[in-house]
């Protein structure tokens, strides 16, 4: 299987390219080789309304990068009137990586004015900076404090490349240049990250009841540390990566440390980390599968289904991520398939602005937990996945804005369509 033979020989990864991260690189990096591919990119991915990203509430932080990278460039003061439209009115915020402050960082870039109170960042910038920060150090500049993994800081070539230009330079360089040559210039905003690629897709797998190669087994268990597994080098370890992992080594018949999943304990639930701003479904979820049996988190994860039936997360964009996550660990809920069953376009597909591969694939594994005949749903969804060809996949996952894990979205449909066939022989 070629994702799978991908995945075991290439840390790398499949994530997307992020203008966020691609416009820090522009105007941080001007020195580093791919310049000119990036300014490029970024003029090729500005929508008609000078906004970038999107939709909705996620065009604001890479149009703020993209803006300011472009400098005096048409394409910015176009994206500058964008800007001060959106910024006009009450700023509603997603729930992606530090926005709260990566959104007051760049508005006083450009000197724009925002209702964001910007005291917390202007305080992080006179003292140490936790580590849970460094994947974004790009707006607090280089720091002695932290700490580069093969010359990587937190998985972040924005990170990197401010880090990389402090005061005692460290030796991230040829990082950078792989990562831009990799993708002819742009970059994503969180790479390498194998273990959160390697997890993930073993568990969309073998709880579909497909295979995975051995050699995966023991790249994630050599990932564990005291605090459990992080996501990628440099990073911190965290509940997710870690409830994810462990459950992947236990599909897998090899179970790891289960007791590292205890540090991230917070009353009825896990915290992805220390002093989290919003607490994590899909987290909680994995932990959930992780752990195989905890009353009281059963119980917060159905105190946090909405009305309709669905949940929602901080690390997608998406309902029916966070959805089947739940799902998946509750071993199915109805009220969850109601809510499926009444989304599902004309088309056959799932999604939350159109139908899509990766929001389909997820509703076909909600649905397969239901104990009513879901046979005609499940059937039009698996056509749609069929029909889909080699489309890109919108982006739907939260870091400093929005990417794709490719891999990981091919897997999900891989073991999407292998349970609709279960169903509808």
Aim: net charge negative; with cysteine.
């Amino acid at each position: 299987m070629r994702l799978l033979a991908r995945l075991t020989d290439d840390p790398w990864g499949g994530l997307s390219p992020s203008v966020y991260e691609t416009g820090r690189l522009v105007a941080l990096a001007p020195w580093l080789r791919g310049h000119e591919a990036r300014i490029r990119y970024l003029l090729d991915t500005q929508h008609a309304d000078g906004t970038w990203g999107g939709p909705g509430e996620y065009t604001l932080v890479p149009t703020l990068s993209a803006v300011d990278a472009l400098n005096e460039h048409p394409a910015a003061r176009r994206g500058l009137e964008a800007l001060r439209k959106l910024l006009s009115r009450p700023v509603r915020l997603p729930d992606t990586v530090a926005v709260e402050l990566i959104v007051p960082a760049l508005a006083e870039r450009l000197g724009l004015r925002t209702s964001l109170d910007p005291r917390p960042l202007h305080a992080l910038r006179q003292r140490p900076l936790p580590a849970k920060l460094w994947h974004t150090l790009e707006i607090f500049g280089p720091r002695p404090e932290v700490v580069a993994v093969d010359g990587i800081v937190a998985a972040s070539p924005a990170a990197t490349a401010v880090q990389l230009a402090g005061p005692v330079p460290g030796d991230g360089l040829d990082y950078l240049e792989a990562v831009q040559e990799r993708h002819g210039g742009p970059v994503p905003a969180g790479v390498p990250v194998p273990l959160f690629e390697r997890s993930w897709i073993i568990v969309a797998l073998r709880s579909a009841g497909l295979d995975v190669p051995d050699p995966m087994v023991e790249q994630l268990k050599a990932a564990f540390g005291a605090q459990g597994a992080a996501g990628g080098p440099g990073l911190p370890a965290d509940a997710d990566d870690t409830a994810t992992a462990l459950h992947a080594l236990a599909l897998c018949g090899s179970p790891g440390p289960a007791d590292t999943l205890g540090h991230y304990r917070d009353a009825r639930h896990f915290a992805c980390f220390p002093d989290e701003r919003t607490p994590s479904t899909s987290t909680n979820a994995h932990a959930l599968q992780a752990v195989g049996h905890d009353r009281e988190l059963e119980e917060w994860l159905r105190d946090m289904q909405e009305p309709a039936g669905n949940w929602r997360d901080k690390w997608h964009a998406s309902p029916y991520y966070a959805t089947a996550c739940v799902t998946n660990a509750l071993q199915g809920n109805e009220k969850a398939v109601d809510w499926v069953l009444g989304t599902q376009h004309d088309d056959g597909s799932w999604g939350r602005w159109e139908g899509t591969y990766e929001e389909t694939a997820y509703a076909i594994r909600i649905l397969s937990h239901s104990q009513r005949d879901v046979t005609r749903a499940m059937s039009r969804g698996a056509n749609f996945l069929h029909e889909w060809g080699d489309r890109e996949h919108p982006p739907l996952w939260h870091d400093k804005d929005l990417y794709t894990p490719t891999r990981i979205v091919q897997a999900e449909g891989m073991a999407a369509l292998h349970l609709a066939c279960a169903v509808c022989r």
